[in-house]
DNA sequence: GCCATTTGTGGTCGTATTGGTCACGACCGG
DNA sequence: CCGGTCGTGACCAATACGACCACAAATGGC
């Protein structure tokens, strides 16, 4: 179980919060407090017993901002997960959270569907983090900050000329299905998709679907990138 | 220019990463410590005149970790950008400088490639960030945390295309009955209805009822999310 | 005013047609 | 001979459409 602490000034929010998070498994409401003090002393008082584990945090508190809160957790290193739920949205603070280490910024309101995708996803990075003992690999650190880095190589299976190929049948020839394509370029379809869900995977294509026949519809493809590209 | 600061106790290391720095667009090195204790005073001292935008820092130092060196930054309250490089990969520092709101942790040794390629990241990443003024969105704050990722999956026998036609539609034309959608969407009445069945169960649309008409009354569905939250 | 009828939509079920994947083989360059 | 690239055919799964029935309000006859 994922020992949290609900921090929020406002009681309501407090009550929906931890309603919110009894629904979703994993989770264990461990805490709560209505006040910046209490909870950089209830997170301290706690480090050596039993720590939390994660702490949903709001900035806006009359006491003071949850930003001052997390900073004082940091300088204390209280090795704490952190996700700020609130209506502040000045770019500012964001900032500030992010730079403070946040594992996410939830801004009110949201659906419960959002809240529990987000918790799930905590979830499973918490899992992802715990797997990795001792030594971690450049991969291990890159999943676990979230920075893929975008430009993947070729995968296994596809070569560049028949890539050039495809790229430029799509180019000139606007929405094309993996059949039409293939019909087009005299090759199969499955080798088509091959090319098509690559380069859409890398953003220079984009998916849509052409619908109004009787079955499933087509998926098409076409260009997406901006005609002057960047740089 | 990004006003960068290299941190590293071997002369060697030092003296590489400021050749690497040099050789791509955009970074400047405005300084260089080889300690601990002069990186915090160095960042400390620079906050008020010519504040460094990023730091590169190593870990393993004489007279101090990059950890404690962090942990200081953030206590002051110092914005600015951290990126660690470093030989140490045991999975607690990485967590600790995950905790702490590092943007990036790249593992020596490493190809200049791959330096190019972060550090090149980074400053789309701060490209992004600057440009963001004032209030920022829940996807602007996804895209700076880089975690939009893990994404709900979808119940059996809907498609993500659709739903983004779907939710787009919905929420330009406000209040819409099923059969209204499908007419603008070009889908069919059914289709279109399980696609705002589930998007009211998610809890971002409204379900009401309007009558007045001869027949049964239509359910029409409607934005639910405060488009902009007063607070 | 009460009840049958009309009317148009809500919701479900089957079906059509494509998507996605797997196994296997062919071809080609080293 | 081996590893990589592509074709073929077949299979199951996915996703939309059409048709059908049920339902809820307005309407009209009594």
Redesign the pocket.
């Known amino acids: 179980m994922i020992r949290t602490l609900i921090v929020d000034d406002d009681a309501l929010t407090l009550e929906l919060h931890r309603s919110y998070l009894a629904r979703i498994d994993g989770f264990e409401v461990a805490g709560e407090c209505t006040g910046a003090r209490a909870a950089v002393s209830a997170v301290l008082d706690r480090a050596r017993d039993q720590p939390f584990d994660l702490v949903l945090l709001d900035i806006t508190m009359p006491d003071g901002s949850g930003i001052d809160v997390l900073r004082a957790l940091r300088a204390r290193a209280a090795s704490v997960d952190v996700i700020a739920i609130t209506g502040v949205r000045d770019a500012e603070s964001v900032r500030q959270m992010v730079a403070l280490g946040v594992y996410q910024y939830l801004v009110k309101p949201f659906p419960f569907a959002v809240f529990e995708e987000r918790l799930s996803a905590y979830r499973e990075y918490r899992e992802q983090a715990r797997s990795t003992a001792g030594e971690a690999t450049q991969s291990e650190i890159d999943a676990l900050l979230g920075r893929s880095t975008g430009v993947a190589p070729?995968p296994?299976?596809?070569?560049t000329?028949?890539l050039q190929k495809v790229t430029a049948e799509l180019r000139t020839a606007g929405a094309l299905?993996?059949?039409e394509a293939a019909l087009r370029l005299?090759?199969?379809?499955?080798?088509?998709?091959?090319y098509l869900?690559h380069l859409t995977s890398s953003g220079i294509l984009r998916r849509s679907?052409r619908?109004?026949?009787?079955?499933?519809?087509?998926?098409e493809y076409e260009w997406n990138r901006p005609i002057d590209g960047p740089e």
Chains 1, 2 share one sequence.
Request: net charge positive; no cysteine; glycine share 14%.
């Open positions: 070729l296994k299976g596809l070569s000329a028949t299905s993996a059949s005299g090759l199969s379809r499955v080798s088509v998709r091959r869900e679907a619908y109004g026949a009787r079955g499933r519809p087509e998926t």
